[in-house]
């Protein structure tokens, strides 16, 4: 049973461009979330999808926006990218519906992007 | 947002048993207290999670006070790879399950 993939591994992109990220939730999960984690620091939450549709979102820009398919796969696009952008890009997928707090999550092994 | 303390970095020696402390004041009576852990080079993994009683699995034990204010992560026998990063984390209740990460305890394991 595969876990959470992520792709690509590593990226490296230049101020003002835009990049898009992808990720295969678990098997059997339908609801994606991202997260950005600068070096030394934890995850913060980006969003969350679930049903194609933005659930939940934490503090980042509208530069910042996302996508789910119908095969619950999701991406995430970041556009205008600033120095301040580079960071793991990681993907959790879990279970829509179950009580949120009962709700593990799973992992991916993230997207390193770095912006010179 | 519920926050959580945890100290910084912690040691301890191979086949001891190891007790990460976190403090959380602030939690609510429907917050869930879940701890995960991050491996160098991986994503966070999910370690054990309790709402008031103590809990045990293959992984670890979470002990959590009476008062639900302080809980602590036990790892009963460390080895070298269970350095890493660790985690105190109050999940919310509903149907999302975004989570709030602090900045962790690095536990380092020496042989």
């Known amino acids: 049973d595969a876990g959470v993939t992520q792709s690509p591994t590593h990226l490296i992109k230049t101020r003002g461009q835009q990049v898009t990220l992808r990720c295969s939730p678990k098997?059997?999960?339908?609801?994606v979330s991202w997260y950005q984690q600068a070096l030394g620091q934890g995850p913060q939450f980006i969003f969350q999808?679930?049903?194609?549709?933005?659930?939940q979102r934490g503090n980042f820009p509208d530069r910042f926006s996302g996508h789910q398919f119908p095969n619950y796969s999701s991406e995430l696009n970041v556009n205008a990218l600033l120095l301040g952008d580079s960071a793991l890009y990681l993907c959790?997928?879990?279970?829509?519906?179950?009580?949120?707090?009962?709700?593990?999550?799973?992992f991916g092994p993230g997207t390193r992007l770095t912006v010179l | 947002d519920a926050k959580t303390t945890q100290p910084n970095s912690m040691e301890s020696n191979e086949e001891e048993p190891v007790h990460l402390p976190c403090n959380h004041s602030?939690?609510?009576?429907?917050?869930?207290i879940h701890w995960y852990r991050q491996l160098p080079s991986q994503g966070p993994e999910y370690v054990i999670h309790?709402?008031?009683s103590n809990v045990n699995n293959r992984m670890a034990s979470l002990a959590i006070a009476e008062d639900r204010k302080s809980s602590t992560l036990i790892l009963h026998r460390a080895t070298l790879r269970d350095a890493a990063v660790y985690y105190c984390?109050?999940?919310?209740?509903?149907?999302?399950?975004?989570?709030?990460f602090g900045t962790g305890t690095l536990l380092a394991v020496q042989p």
């Open positions: 309790g709402l008031t």
């Open positions: 602030t939690i609510s009576g429907t917050d869930y």
């Open positions: 999808y679930y049903e194609e549709e933005e659930r």
């Open positions: 098997s059997g999960h339908d609801t």
């Open positions: 959790a997928s879990s279970l829509w519906g179950l009580s949120g707090a009962m709700n593990e999550q799973f």
């Open positions: 984390i109050l999940a919310y209740g509903g149907a999302t399950n975004k989570l709030i």
